[in-house]
């Protein structure tokens, strides 16, 4: 099938644009179908939640903030016990544990942007200096920021 559509293309034949178009279109539908049927992440089905969703919308819009379970837990108006129970139900991790993660993923991508530093970046992910960023960066991505900004 392959070298008989590779031929078809190659010669210019009668009808060939009417052919790929048709071709695109069915990629097109296939690569839609498949994209729709992959399961989305467990934080994105948990923003509809009561309780995980207006927490999960605060540690996106402000990953860099102070954050503590205490203050996650006002955010949701519910008890720290109830939202790390419910936040690890949900989210399939407890929230300080996603809070890392999400912040080292927001560094992986300042620290590849031109004159980045890694103090300038730990401040912005919310670390007060740049060895206790450099320890949680390289625990989480296995590398150190410096050596990840290079690569």
């Keep these: 099938m392959r070298d008989y559509l590779e031929l078809q ?8 644009q009417v052919g790929l ?3 695109l279109d069915w990629l097109l539908v296939c690569t839609m179908r498949d994209w ?3 399961k989305s992440p467990p934080w994105y089905q948990a923003l509809g939640d ?6 999960l919308q605060a540690l996106h819009n402000s990953p860099g903030a102070p954050w503590t ?3 996650l837990a006002g955010v949701a108006n519910v008890s720290r016990t109830t939202l790390a129970r419910r936040f690890t139900e949900l989210v399939g991790e407890p929230p300080l ?3 890392t993660d999400l912040r080292m993923t927001h560094a992986a991508g300042l620290l590849t942007e031109p004159g980045a530093t890694v103090q300038s970046v730990a401040r912005q992910v919310g ?6 960023f450099s320890t949680a960066f390289k625990r989480n991505r296995g590398t150190s920021p410096s050596a990840y900004a290079t690569a």
């Design 69 to 71: 379970l205490n203050s």
């Design 97 to 99: 544990a996603y809070l």
């Design 127 to 132: 670390y007060a200096d740049a060895f206790s």
């Design 21 to 23: 178009d048709r071709l």
């Design 50 to 55: 009561d309780v995980v969703g207006p927490v």
């Design 36 to 38: 729709f049927e992959q």
């Design 9 to 16: 293309l190659a010669a210019g034949s009668l009808g060939r």
